[in-house]
């Protein structure tokens, strides 16, 4: 106890803020290692299964024990104050954690371009959207309660509830009742390049990943199409383009 208390006495209100925001990303890291070594054991499939019975237990208990901590309710397991924001403001927190979302995307890449050069970047790219496309298709089926084949209607909403979709500008055109268009209008990315004067990022490699595995995971009977995507030559109206389809 008392060795406690000198400890409590050296450390500066700072360094405890700093140590709460390392331990919520130790936190996170921690449920991601679970994941991988679980999926490593028993297979992506068995470790999604397993990490949805994890993350709604855990869930509980975090918001629980920090409701308490900083003295917010709980209602049907969602924080009191989300639940009272103004609309405006609910989307707003949305598109930032969107936006940060994908600087961290942008800052993993930079860390390993600027140390192992492009082609490493680029690989382990395309490699960990081989992970969080399924990933991310699992979570949004969770989250809108879409059958197991979801079908093209279910690919349709849940393109609408990607980490993407509320920081880009994009647009779905239904072909024939099992085949859609879906185009990038509008991509931060390759405007932010746009805007400096920059040629498009060559992303088809990862698209066709990103893309495939997404709607695979929606339906394993959706076929995807890659229209076109930087390095090929696009309209202004698109930077990408793809048709997902049910044979």
């Given at each position: 106890m008392e060795q406690?208390?000198?400890?409590?006495q050296e450390t500066s209100q700072r360094e405890l803020a700093e140590m709460a925001i390392d331990m919520f990303h130790r936190t996170v890291m921690h449920h991601v290692l679970w994941f991988k070594e679980v999926e490593h054991q028993?297979?992506?499939?068995?470790?999604?299964?397993?990490?949805?019975?994890?993350?709604?237990?855990?869930r509980g208990i975090q918001l629980?024990?920090?409701?308490?901590?900083l003295g917010f309710d709980l209602i049907d397991g969602i924080p009191e104050p989300l639940l009272n924001m103004p609309k405006e403001k609910l989307e707003a927190l949305i598109e930032g954690l969107g936006i940060n979302w994908l600087a961290g995307d942008g800052v993993w890449f930079q860390a390993v371009e600027s140390q192992y050069g492009m082609l490493d970047a680029k690989r382990c790219n395309d490699s960990c959207w081989a992970w969080f496309s399924p990933f991310e298709a699992w979570s949004i089926k969770r989250l809108l309660n879409l059958p197991e084949q979801a079908?093209?209607?279910?690919?349709?909403?849940?393109?609408?509830?990607?980490?993407y979709a509320k920081i880009?500008?994009?647009?779905?055109?239904?072909?024939?009742?099992?085949?859609?268009?879906?185009?990038?209008?509008d991509c931060r990315v390759q405007?932010?390049?746009?805007?400096?004067?920059?040629d498009d990022y060559p992303?088809?490699?990862?698209?066709?990943?990103?893309?495939?595995?997404?709607?695979?995971?929606?339906?394993?009977r959706i076929k995807t199409e890659c229209i076109g995507c930087p390095p090929d030559n696009h309209p202004e109206e698109w930077f990408c383009a793809w048709r997902f389809f049910i044979e």
């Open positions: 406690k208390e000198t400890i409590e028993m297979g992506f499939e068995r470790a999604l299964e397993i990490m949805g019975t994890a993350y709604d237990k855990s629980k024990r920090l409701g308490k901590l079908g093209i209607e279910g690919l349709k909403k849940a393109l609408q509830y990607r980490m880009n500008i994009q647009s779905i055109i239904d072909e024939r009742p099992n085949s859609i268009l879906f185009q990038m209008n405007s932010a390049r746009k805007s400096k004067g920059m992303c088809k490699s990862a698209g066709m990943v990103e893309y495939t595995n997404f709607a695979r995971a929606i339906d394993s």
